[in-house]
């Protein structure tokens, strides 16, 4: 074999074992961890949840390894575009202010949002009813996005969280008048336990695609496409074996995936 063939052969083992490299390296999936039961902590400190269980289903059925990496949901986005994670699973909403900054897989499940308040309020129209009172939100969420072009216009007064929990926190302790958020993490995450007791859904439900987009969908680098893909086929394929079935009903008495 001639110098230059050996260079040649060498050049491409060298791209052959890098390419392997890259495969082999883990998919760093970002996650805000107090969103249940989409995300949370167990006693002893280990992630779990509906956005968990999902991203490992979709990690096996693509079979590659998945580290998981916390972050407040508002810092998720500069943290995948300077590569400290490589994909956002994090109930994160696909929306086209969003879609400037990252590229989005098809949705994973898609519910509306609602208000919560105390117990026996009677509020139809909260754009009209909460004017002067304070409402939560979770910080550079789409609730939040709603909420600062429609609600505070309406003279109502917001107040943004780094955490869900936080927002139910000071929910409980009367600091708050009432939260908007996703309708199944205030149902399941909130109102069920212990401490939503004497709180309630108030008002209509909004699904608006403007503010509140087509579904929760991964989020990953712009111009990603080729993780985005292997993402949408591990979706359509875990829909159609039934694992995405089987995780939700550990969560939900319905169809989350939604229409």
């Known amino acids: 074999m001639n110098k230059l063939a050996m260079f040649g052969a060498l050049a491409l083992s060298v791209l052959s074992l890098s390419a392997v490299a890259e495969e082999a390296k883990p998919i760093r999936l970002g996650i805000e961890a ?4 989409f ?3 167990t006693p002893d400190g280990k992630l779990a949840g509906f956005d968990v269980d999902i991203g490992d289903a979709l990690c096996a059925q693509m079979k590659v390894k998945c580290t998981w990496v916390e972050q407040e949901f508002d810092g998720l986005i500069p943290a995948l575009k300077v590569k400290k994670i490589d994909a956002i ?5 696909i929306t086209d202010d969003r879609k400037k900054n990252v590229d989005f897989t098809i949705k994973y499940y898609h519910t509306p949002a609602r208000f919560v308040m105390k117990e026996g309020a009677d509020v139809k129209d909260p754009l009209t009813e909460l004017k002067g009172k304070k409402v939560g939100v979770l910080r550079a969420s789409t609730h939040d996005r709603f909420a600062t072009e429609v ?5 109502i007064n917001l107040v943004r969280y780094g955490s869900q929990q936080e927002a139910n926190l000071d929910m409980v302790a009367g600091r708050l008048d009432a939260m908007l958020a996703d309708s199944v993490n205030l149902d399941e995450g909130f109102l069920k336990t212990d401490a939503g007791k004497g ?3 108030v008002g209509p439900t909004y699904e608006d695609p403007k503010y509140f987009g087509g579904g929760a969908g991964i989020a990953v680098r712009k ?3 080729a993780l985005a893909d292997k993402f949408n086929a591990a979706i359509t394929e875990i829909r159609a074996n039934g694992t995405y079935k089987k995780v939700q009903d550990k969560y939900f008495a319905f169809d989350v995936y939604g229409h």
């Open 39 to 41: 995300s949370m902590k």
């Open 199 to 201: 709180f309630a859904f």
């Open 34 to 37: 107090g969103y249940p039961p």
């Open 223 to 225: 111009g990603d496409q």
């Open 151 to 155: 609600l505070v216009p309406a003279g």
């Open 89 to 93: 699973l994090s109930s994160m909403t």
